[in-house]
C-alpha cells in the first residue's frame, strides 16, 4: 500500500525559496501510469493543485504558479520534490503530496509552512 | 474561491441521510470524473468515492456519489457521530493544460 510523507521546513523567510521533499513507500510503481502531484491549502482556503511530475520527469505546473514552481523525481529515492520561489505570506499554509491516476489518491497527512520573517 | 462550488456547512442527525453538492463547468465536471474526500484535521484525505459513484474497498456502502451535467453530489445515509469531518471534492478541468480543481470543502456537523 502506497504511503506519503512530506517533509521540509515549517518556515520559511519572506523571499526566499520553500523547499520540501515527499517520500514514497509502496513504491513508484507504474500501475495506472501514475504521476506525483504537490497541492496546497492556505488557511481557511480551498485546495489549490500546485503541479505534478511524472516518473519520466516530465512536470506540468498550475499557471498561476507556473514562473515560480520547479517540481523533480528521484526514483531511485523513492521520493519528489517542489521548490517555490520568491515566497510571500501568501504562500503560508499547508502542502500536500499525493499520488495521482484518474483520482488524487493517497494523499500525505500535510505540512504546514509559515512565510514570515 | 474554489473552482468548485460547495455549501460551506451542512448538519443531521444520527441515522438521517445527509446530501453535499458540488457545482462546476462543463470543463471539469461536465467532461471529466468526480471524486470525494473526507478531511479530519491533521490527517490525510480518504477517497470515499471515485469514477462519480465508485467505493474503493473499505468504505462504507452509506457514502454514494452521484453526477449529473455539472453537478455532483455525495450522500451520507445512516449519519453516525464518527462521520463529522470535512469533505471536498475533485475533479480534473481540462482548461489550458489542464489542472486538478477541488471544491471549497462541506463542514459536517452531526448533531
Not at chain 1, 513508484?28 to 520527469?57: C, D, M
Not at chain 2, 470515499?48 to 462504507?60: A, E, H, K, M, Y
Request: neutral net charge; hydrophobic residues 30%.
Amino acid at each position: 500500500q502506497v504511503q506519503l510523507q512530506e517533509s521540509g521546513p515549517g518556515l520559511v523567510r519572506p523571499s526566499q525559496t520553500l523547499s520540501l521533499i515527499c517520500t514514497v513507500s509502496g513504491g513508484f510503481t507504474t500501475s495506472g501510469n501514475p504521476y506525483w502531484n504537490w497541492i496546497r491549502q492556505p488557511a481557511g482556503k480551498a485546495l489549490e493543485w500546485i503541479g505534478r511530475v511524472y516518473p519520466s520527469g516530465y512536470t506540468n505546473y498550475n499557471p498561476s504558479l507556473k514562473s515560480r514552481v520547479t517540481m523533480s523525481i528521484d526514483t531511485s529515492k523513492n521520493r519528489f520534490s517542489l521548490n517555490l520561489t520568491s515566497v510571500t505570506a501568501a504562500d503560508t499554509g499547508v502542502y500536500y503530496c499525493a499520488r495521482g491516476t484518474y483520482v488524487v489518491d493517497p494523499w500525505g497527512p500535510g505540512i504546514l509552512v509559515t512565510v514570515s520573517s | 474561491q474554489s473552482v468548485l462550488t460547495q455549501p460551506p456547512s451542512a448538519s443531521g442527525t444520527p441515522g438521517q441521510r445527509v446530501t453535499i453538492s458540488c457545482s462546476g463547468s462543463s470543463s471539469n465536471i461536465g467532461s471529466n470524473v468526480v471524486s470525494w474526500h473526507q478531511q479530519v484535521p491533521g490527517t490525510a484525505p480518504k477517497l470515499l468515492i471515485f469514477n462519480d459513484n465508485q467505493r474503493p474497498s473499505g468504505v462504507t456502502d452509506r457514502f454514494s456519489g452521484s453526477k449529473s451535467g455539472t453537478a455532483a453530489s455525495l450522500a451520507i445515509s445512516g449519519l453516525q457521530s464518527e462521520d463529522e469531518a470535512e469533505y471536498f471534492c475533485a475533479a480534473w478541468d481540462d482548461s489550458l493544460e489542464g489542472i486538478w480543481v477541488f471544491g471549497g470543502g462541506t463542514k459536517l456537523t452531526v448533531l
